[in-house]
């Protein structure tokens, strides 16, 4: 027989609704759990990117198509809705972007593994993901 | 603290070690530098990007193997970062297999979607 791994602690019955909004999450913890979310988010959401790829490149016909998704909709969503999950979608790959250029830099450089830079760098993290996400996201809207 | 490596190291779960780990950093690298190339394209061209423009960056041939190498690397980061999420939240056995399954279905499928798309262009 083996020997045992050490036993970790236990944390059992957690009521996800009011047991975490308790937690107080770090910065770097916020980045973390987001990576996560904005990963997922992209892969359920890949037939949809996808079928942007297909209908912005395949004609001149799909290309109208593509466009007219923003406006007049797609099928039997709404135009809006489509340009808020368009939105919900560039936060995600600007978020899982700089946060995996984050990981990578703290992969290859002893510097930036200091508890300081870590939360500076996270925090650039989360303000410049959301920042980007604002002014393509006015663009997407048609404010400027 | 007992020895846990060598030959007396306790081997629960999978894919130990490097594999993993660097292939999720090798192809989110490729797909940065994807990223930057057709970013640079965009910002670079004259003029409003209509269909012609858009259409005209994935025609060469060598955007079109950069994009599959893409296509590529995309699958096997997701494939890598989806299964570690299943491994931390999914516990029973059961449901974490069919999870895998629908997840390697779901991303092969867009792959081929994505690579007819490049390759009929």
């Known amino acids: 027989m083996t020997e045992l791994a050490k036993k970790r ?5 957690i009521n996800a609704f009011s047991d975490l909004p308790s937690y107080r999450l770090p910065a770097a913890g916020w980045v973390s759990i987001l990576h996560r979310v904005s990963g997922v988010l992209m892969f359920v959401l890949m037939p949809f990117i996808i079928w942007l790829f297909d209908t912005s490149l ?4 799909s290309f109208a198509r593509f466009r007219a998704a923003f406006d ?10 489509v340009k808020l999950v368009t939105l919900a979608l560039i936060w995600a790959f ?51 | ?12 779960g999978a894919h130990y070690g490097l594999r993993d780990w660097l292939s999720q950093r090798v192809t989110a690298g490729l ?9 640079a ?43 570690d999420v299943f491994m931390d939240y999914v516990k029973p056995v059961g449901a974490r297999l069919l999870l895998q399954i629908f997840t390697i279905v779901w991303l092969t499928g867009c792959a081929g979607w994505a690579v007819q798309v490049l390759w009929r262009l």
Do not use: C
């Open chain 1, 9 to 13: 602690p236990e944390f059992r019955n």
């Open chain 1, 58 to 61: 395949s004609s001149e016909i």
């Open chain 1, 72 to 81: 007049s909709g797609l099928w039997f969503v709404p135009g809006v809705l």
């Open chain 1, 94 to 144: 600007l978020h899982h972007f700089i946060a995996g250029v984050r990981h990578l830099w703290m992969d290859v450089s002893h510097a930036a593994v200091s508890k300081s830079f870590g939360m500076r760098s996270a925090q650039v993290t989360l303000v410049v993901s959301l920042l980007l996400t604002v002014i393509l996201g006015a663009k997407l809207f048609g404010l400027y």
């Open chain 2, 1 to 12: 603290m007992s020895v846990n490596y060598g030959s007396r190291r306790i081997v629960v």
């Open chain 2, 31 to 39: 797909m940065g530098v994807f990223t930057l190339v057709v970013l």
């Open chain 2, 41 to 83: 394209q965009v910002i670079f061209s004259r003029g409003p990007v209509g269909y012609d423009k858009w259409a005209g960056i994935f025609a060469s041939q060598w955007m079109k193997v950069l994009t599959f190498a893409v296509i590529v690397a995309l699958l096997w980061h997701v494939w890598v970062g989806m299964r």
